[in-house]
C-alpha cells in the first residue's frame, strides 16, 4: 500500500501562484509513475500532469503546459507542482496519484493509489 497526502491548497488571486506537495510514505518503491488530477463541481476527474518517479520524465495536459510544473524529491518522497498564472478555470480539488506500473498517463482509472485532496480557488 501507499498512502498519498496533498497539502499547499488556498485562495488565489488571478494570476498567482501556488505550489501543491504530495508526500507518499508505505510502499513507495513499488511507484512507477505519479500524477495531479483536478476535479471541479459537476465534472469528472482531469488529466493534469504526471512524472515518471525513478527517471523524472513529465507529462502535461495542453490547459496547464507552461504554466504549470511538476517535479519530485525521490529522497523525500515527495512530489510538488508548482501553479503560476492561475486562472478562474484552475479552480478545483487537486488530487495526486500514484500508480505501480507502465499505463496511460492521463486516464485516472489507471492509478493505484489516490490522496484526499486539496483545494485549489482562483477567484479574485
Known amino acids: 500500500q501507499v498512502q498519498l497526502v496533498e497539502s499547499g491548497g488556498d485562495l488565489v488571486q488571478p494570476g498567482g501562484s501556488l505550489r501543491l506537495s504530495c508526500a507518499a510514505s508505505g510502499r513507495t518503491f513499488d511507484m512507477f509513475r505519479m500524477g495531479w488530477f483536478r476535479q471541479a463541481p459537476g465534472t469528472g476527474r482531469e488529466f493534469v500532469a504526471a512524472?515518471?518517479?525513478?527517471?523524472?520524465?513529465?507529462s502535461y495536459a495542453d490547459s496547464v503546459k507552461g504554466r504549470f510544473t511538476i517535479s519530485r524529491d525521490n529522497a523525500n518522497n515527495t512530489m510538488y507542482l508548482q501553479m503560476n498564472g492561475l486562472k478562474p478555470e484552475d479552480t478545483a480539488v487537486y488530487y495526486c496519484?500514484?500508480?505501480?506500473?507502465?499505463?496511460?498517463?492521463?486516464?485516472?482509472?489507471?492509478?493505484?493509489?489516490w490522496g484526499q485532496g486539496t483545494q485549489v480557488t482562483v477567484s479574485s
Open positions: 496519484a500514484a500508480s505501480t506500473r507502465l499505463r496511460i498517463y492521463y486516464i485516472a482509472n489507471n492509478y493505484d493509489y
Open positions: 512524472i515518471i518517479w525513478s527517471g523524472g520524465t513529465t
